[in-house]
């Protein structure tokens, strides 16, 4: 620790920050341009310069840039000096001869850090008279707008996007202040994680071309706090609303998981949420045309909307009438939503609604996480540590923001370096210079190459019995009692040897691995490692990659397997289907699903989209998707954390009757049972899960209940400065109604209520502080700048090794032996179009269709040669009951014998299955390989 004096007051400091570190943790207001929290110092803009004396007798001082001087003990500086204050004015000046002054159009104007900075600074008036250079703005793709003009070489876009994350096709071109930052041509930016330009920008250089289509000032959109739903990570975000649709979507800081930054597929992949063939109404299906009070009729397709009590009038009478419903669930909806449908089918009718294949890869996880010995560690905590082994997973594709994490973990080997040195880590361009390109060890074994591969100390392309067979050959290295590995190959043994030396050296080694390739004996190799681990050390790590949003949550609730429930239906022991918020058709064969809905004499679908399992339902119940509902997800820590709703979406559309799951499903059981009371509050089905399932009873101290008060008052959903509300329904009638009540979460659907900083809370909807409307913002609300939120970082851990342990697993499987006629299938993850909500969104869909992203069938170039097959050329590959034509996609790291196909392009496919090609009309000599 150490004592700093500013401006005559005294303050204890860590002495490891500098001194803008230091005082905007005290918060105090010092402006800045180029300093980022995440990537430290370069000292580029000279924008918060503060005077600095040798002592407390010092009366002349000299200027110095906070960020670029040791918070050293026994420091005095001023901020309030006049020289320094004239000092910061000028360089605002400076920076801003450039810069167009186009706030009123400007889509960043409202949450602009340079706004909040030449207000900070006092600069009020432009006296540059002269000429303005003006550039030409590329396309970046569909995510990203670019205007160049606005940029004031603060170069924090191109350290984020090259340095921190590891993107190559964004540069700065040019010299002294007449600057380019963009790319060698215009194009689709290729980072997974584009869009935090958006936010790391002080400026509108880069802005959300999402939200360009429909644009909003952030004080004119309503916000709540959410978890993002596209993976399992469970990274939380604010996304805004205006006019009944999601405008945008903006990180929300979380110390332990998130902190700064988001991947595209969370912070764009919103769209379906704002579909308009969504279904907002109750629809019945049915051969007799009904017409009624509170009923209309659709002539064209036979369907009838329904008013909410008919609707659960005839959905009782359905359930009624049956001999069995079966009720099949969803790891994409929360913990009350799958509880309420186990409370009304029971748990012995409950399906999970996943594979078996992925159901049974859930289940070892969740045992291997308890037993194993070591701590799941969080998102912040993969960042710290030394060694890290992945294996089976492309994080990249199944878990991007890990792979973020995972990256840092390997840079901090620079941190390291720089402290045996003496040279503060927050100096990046003398800590980035003297590390070049030492890195700590990460290893990946995959059957094909990862973005990864580039930091990693070695990778290999295996198929999935030779990567178990390499993790259980370094488990056994570790610790002799781990089962040995038979005729394991030279070379890979070698790899072994050098792995699990390089872990056992490492202070905090890091063991990843996951579902991508639904083989539970990568799984259990995983677990052997990290259980020969805990025997050497409690520092290790050992964190598992889940596919979904809640499939963790789904796993302590448990259930029997999708294929379990439509054999029930096809086999006549069950005669009807409650499915809510999971489409059959993209988790297993479509005529595996069609046979079950065939046989079935009941369907009932809840859902927010308008998905072939929707089409075939008797009766649907319009679901709320994310952004309308609340309720608990649990991600792949462990983690259980809140979403709540953004919009009552019956404000602005009061045809709509869209509900929660859990309460169209609490109100359907009591209907079912003739119950009075239909309604229930998010707190009753929070506490309803938590009486049931013992194992979730932490999910309760996710978040606040709904009396929560910050003096006396709820909490505001909107900027205090919304405007325009009283006219968002003047369309639909001129008397304004009353604002709409929310009796399940402390949030008011206004700006009326609290929305400071001074009152530390983890329920933060947006982040602003007076002076502070960018996404800075949210240093006001951490115990330090990078640091946690000052009321605990949202959510709840309820997974944590139990004491004890497990045997180490004996199946180790033999070598992977390609055939002569046939390829093993590997349906791979894929970040951009193989999430099933995410997918629906127009922006996705076009960054998933780029060239380099096509879908392809991915075959190795030996075989291709073997086979005369070309790159690019049309395939179709095909099993004993499908069949899919693609480009193919030769790659050169991809075993023999392996054929590897995207996710979310036919789930006709599973990994695992032995497929052929289908070579009608191929060259002559190519024909015994046709089945």
């Known amino acids: 620790m150490a004592t700093i004096h500013v401006d005559g007051k005294a303050y204890e400091v860590s002495g490891a920050d500098n001194l803008l570190h230091a005082c905007l943790s005290l918060g105090l207001d010092i402006p800045y341009f180029c300093w980022h929290p995440a990537m430290d110092s370069i000292g580029a803009c000279r924008q918060c310069a503060v005077k600095q004396y040798k002592d407390k007798d010092d009366t002349e001082g ?10 050293t003990d026994n420091s005095w500086i001023s901020i309030a000096d006049e020289e320094a204050k004239t000092f910061r004015a000028g360089v605002v000046e400076w920076l801003m001869t450039y810069h167009p002054h186009d706030c009123p159009v400007c889509e ?17 008036r432009r006296r540059y008279d002269f000429r303005k250079r003006t550039h030409r703005n590329q396309y970046l793709g569909p995510f990203i707008a670019h205007e160049m003009n606005r940029c004031i070489n603060c170069y924090r876009c191109v ?20 600057l380019y930052f963009g790319r060698h041509q215009e194009g689709v930016l290729e980072s997974p994680f584009s869009g935090n330009l958006t936010e790391v920008c002080p400026t509108g250089v880069f802005t959300d071309q999402t939200h360009s289509d429909r644009y909003v000032r952030k004080w004119d959109m309503q916000f709540a706090p959410s978890v993002c739903h596209q993976c399992a990570v469970g990274c939380n975000i604010s996304p805004g609303e205006r006019y009944g649709e999601i405008r945008r979507i903006e990180n929300r800081y979380n110390g332990d998981v998130n902190r700064y930054f988001l991947c595209d597929r969370g912070r764009f992949g919103y769209g379906y949420v704002n579909r308009t063939d969504r279904p907002r109404q109750p629809e019945w299906r049915s051969e007799q045309r009904h017409s009624g009070r509170n009923e209309r009729t659709d002539e064209a397709d036979e369907i009838v909307i329904l008013e909410v009590d008919p609707a659960l009038d005839r959905g009782a009478d359905l359930l009624r009438n049956a001999r069995r419903v079966i ?30 294949a992925e159901q049974a890869c859930l289940e070892r996880m969740a045992e291997l996480e308890s037993t194993c010995g070591l701590p799941i560690p969080t998102l912040r905590e993969v960042e710290t540590h030394d060694a890290v082994l992945v294996l089976g997973e492309d994080l990249m594709h199944s878990a991007a923001r890990v792979a973020l994490a995972v990256r840092q973990a390997a840079l901090a080997m620079r941190d390291a370096l720089a402290e045996e040195r003496g040279i503060p880590t927050w100096n990046a361009e003398a800590v980035k210079t003297l590390a070049q390109d030492s890195r700590h060890p990460v290893y990946i074994a995959y059957p094909e190459a990862t973005e990864l591969d580039e930091i990693s100390a070695d990778n290999w392309q295996l198929a999935p019995a030779d990567i178990a067979r390499l993790g259980f050959a370094i488990a056994h290295i570790i610790d002799s009692n781990a089962p040995a590995v038979a005729g394991l190959d030279a070379a890979l043994a070698a790899s072994a040897q050098t792995v699990a030396e ?15 390739l639904e083989s539970t004996q990568v799984l259990d190799a995983a677990g052997s490692i990290a259980r020969a681990l805990s025997r050497r050390t409690k520092r290790a790590g050992f964190m598992l990659i889940r596919r979904e949003a809640n499939s963790t949550g789904l796993a302590i609730l448990g259930g029997q397997p999708l294929e379990w429930a439509l054999d029930e239906v096809v086999e006549g022991r069950a005669d009807a289907l409650v499915v809510m918020e999971n489409d059959l058709y993209t988790r297993i064969p479509d005529a595996r699903v069609d046979a079950a809905l065939d046989a079935a004499t009941t369907l009932v679908v809840l859902d927010h989209q308008r998905t072939r399992t929707w089409q075939r339902a008797k009766l649907g119940l319009s679901a709320a998707s994310f952004t309308e509902a609340d309720g608990t997800l649990v991600n792949l820590e462990g983690r259980a954390q809140r979403f709540f709703q953004v919009f009552d979406p019956s404000h602005l559309r009061p045809e709509c009757r869209i509900h929660e799951s859990w309460r169209w499903l609490h109100a359907l059981r009591a209907s079912l049972v003739r119950h009075e009371n239909s309604t229930i509050t998010l707190d009753e089905a929070t506490e309803a899960c938590v009486r049931d399932y013992p194992a979730l009873a932490g999910m309760s101290a996710a978040s606040r209940e709904a009396d929560f008060r910050v003096e006396g008052v709820k909490l505001a959903r909107a900027p205090h400065r919304s405007s325009g509300r009283t006219s968002m329904r003047a369309n639909i009638a001129v008397s304004e109604p009353r604002t709409p009540q929310d009796p399940d979460t402390p949030f008011t659907f206004s700006m009326e209520g609290y929305s400071g900083f001074d009152q530390p809370r983890k329920e933060v909807p947006f982040a602003w502080a007076p002076g502070w409307n960018s996404h800075q913002a949210w240093n006001k609300f951490t115990d330090e700048v990078g640091g946690h939120l000052r009321a605990g970082d949202p959510g709840f851990r309820l997974v944590a090794p139990r004491p004890g342990g497990y045997d180490y697993a004996n199946d180790v499987p033999a070598a992977f032996e390609p055939r002569q006629d046939s390829w093993q299938l590997l349906v791979l993850p894929r970040l951009f179009g193989g999430e099933e909500t995410s997918a629906r969104a127009t922006p996705i869909e076009e960054r998933a269709n780029v060239p380099s992203q096509t879908p392809s069938i991915g075959l190795s170039r030996e075989d291709a040669a073997r086979l005369g097959f070309e790159q690019g050329a049309a395939l179709t590959l095909e099993t004993d009951s499908a069949r899919l034509t693609l480009p193919l996609r030769c790659d050169q790291g991809l075993p023999s014998g392996l054929v590897s196909l995207p996710a979310g392009v036919s789930s006709d496919f599973r990994s695992g299955d032995w497929a052929r090609f289908d070579v009608s009309g191929a060259a002559p000599g190519h024909e015994e390989v046709r089945q």
């Not at 960043?108 to 009020?124: I, R």
């Not at 984020?160 to 007449?178: C, I, Q």
């Not at 909806?333 to 799958?338: F, I, K, R």
């Not at 390089?502 to 991508?516: D, F, K, Y």
């Open 108 to 124: 960043e104007g409202g949450h602009c850090h340079l706004q909040d900075m030449t207000v900070m600074t006092g600069h009020d």
């Open 502 to 516: 390089q872990l056992m050296a490492a202070n905090r080694p890091l063991v990843i691995a996951g579902g991508s």
């Open 159 to 178: 350290r984020f996007y090259n340095d921190y994350a590891g993107g190559t096709d964004l540069g700065v071109f040019g010299s002294s202040n007449n």
């Open 62 to 71: 000299k200027l110095v840039m906070s960020c670029m001087t040791p918070s």
């Open 327 to 356: 009720g099949i669930g969803s790891p994409r909806a929360s913990l009350e939503s799958n509880h309420q449908l186990i409370q009304l089918v029971g748990r012995d009718n409950f399906s999970t609604g996943i594979a078996a």
